[in-house]
């Protein structure tokens, strides 16, 4: 997607037609998390689950809303170490708490 | 193309990116690390807390249900906006652009209403660890759905005459607009069966 002119309208037009796959896509994927919480899942399954569903649903909006599919390299490892930085975020303070936590829960 | 202002619109030899580009994928990265963060405390809190959920009751998931297909249906019109922009198609964009804006504030309106209900049944974010973390996210997603709002306002309607001047620019704004309204979007994704759906209250001891 760089900025040396290199869409012309046939291409567009085919990016319309991915947009309005993805968008379809993104609703019918709203409607099963929305769903699969009637089945009244164990928490564990659940939780996974709605996850996996939604980073579905976030990869289609990243890949082709935000064009990352076919983004220039270094925007890849920018958000390659973003993503590793983001897990160590989320995992470190858990770690450093597992003792502490109920283990009932 | 006289700019004050480098690689704006040309891509720069080193990074094979025009300086626009690099700039918004390293703000929004900055963006990840903030929202992780509170993702970070709301599953300490979580784990930690034997009667988790207190509140969660009250939400509306049909409510927020709708407001998820809202922000989708945004999306897809901002990247329409951003194909209008690329075939310097003026009438169209701002068709798009306008139709982004106003999913915006349907968004932000439904958002009032729930956030209203909140008070209203006495679940103020002290009610609950729970009802805590439900209005950080939601009150600084929503201020991002504001800030987009504005950008895409301003880039819509008075900023669009750029579009005449200097309209491989003006796609390239259009774009990085774009870039962060999907972003709000991505974080919705996450925030709404985080918070409305993965609920399991113990039962009252």
Redesign the interface.
């Known amino acids: 997607?760089?900025?040396?002119?290199a869409?012309d309208?046939v291409d567009?037009k085919k990016?319309?037609r991915t947009?309005?796959m993805?968008?379809g896509g993104?609703?019918v994927l709203?409607l099963v998390?929305?769903g699969?919480?009637y089945l009244h899942l164990p928490?564990v399954p659940?939780?996974l689950l709605?996850?996996a569903?939604?980073i579905v649903?976030?990869s289609l909006?990243?890949c082709y809303?935000?064009h990352l599919i076919s983004e220039?390299?270094?925007?890849l490892i920018?958000?390659l170490?973003?993503?590793f930085?983001?897990f160590g975020?989320?995992?470190?303070?858990?770690l450093t708490?597992l003792n502490?936590?109920?283990p009932?829960? | 193309m006289s700019s004050a202002i480098p690689y704006t619109?040309?891509?720069r030899p080193d990074?094979?990116?025009?300086n626009v580009?690099?700039g918004i994928?390293?703000f929004l990265?900055s963006e990840?690390?903030l929202f992780?963060?509170l993702?970070?405390?709301y599953?300490?809190l979580r784990?930690?807390?034997?009667t988790?959920g207190k509140g969660s009751e009250l939400l509306s998931?049909p409510l927020a249900?709708l407001n998820?297909?809202v922000l989708?249906?945004s999306?897809?019109t901002?990247?329409?906006a951003w194909?209008a922009a690329?075939?310097r198609k003026l009438g169209k964009f701002r068709l798009y652009m306008g139709s982004t804006v106003a999913l915006g504030a349907v968004f932000m309106v439904v958002k009032a209403f729930e956030y209203q209900a909140k008070f209203h049944h006495g679940a103020p974010p002290s009610y609950s660890t729970f009802m805590a973390c439900y209005f950080t996210f939601t009150g600084l997603h929503a201020l991002h759905v504001l800030g987009g709002m504005i950008i895409n306002f301003y880039f819509g309607f008075p900023g669009a005459k750029m579009m005449a001047t200097d309209p491989?620019q003006f796609a390239?704004r259009v774009?990085t607009a774009?870039?962060f309204w999907?972003?709000v979007?991505?974080v919705w994704?996450?925030l709404?069966?985080v918070l409305y759906?993965?609920n399991?209250q113990?039962p009252p001891a």
């Open positions: 997607m760089d900025a040396t002119g869409h309208h567009l990016h319309v947009y309005l993805v968008f993104l609703m709203t998390t929305v699969v919480r928490v659940a939780i709605a996850l569903i939604a649903k976030g909006v990243a809303f935000m220039r390299k270094l925007i920018l958000m170490a973003t993503v930085f983001f975020v989320l995992l470190g303070p858990v708490e502490e936590i109920n009932a829960r | 619109v040309e891509t990074t094979g990116l025009n580009k690099l994928w390293i990265a990840v690390m992780g963060s993702f970070a405390g599953i300490l784990t930690g807390n034997p988790w998931v249900t998820t297909a989708i249906t999306s897809v901002m990247v329409m194909v690329m075939e491989q390239n774009e774009g870039l999907h972003f979007d991505l994704i996450f709404f069966p759906l993965l399991f113990a």
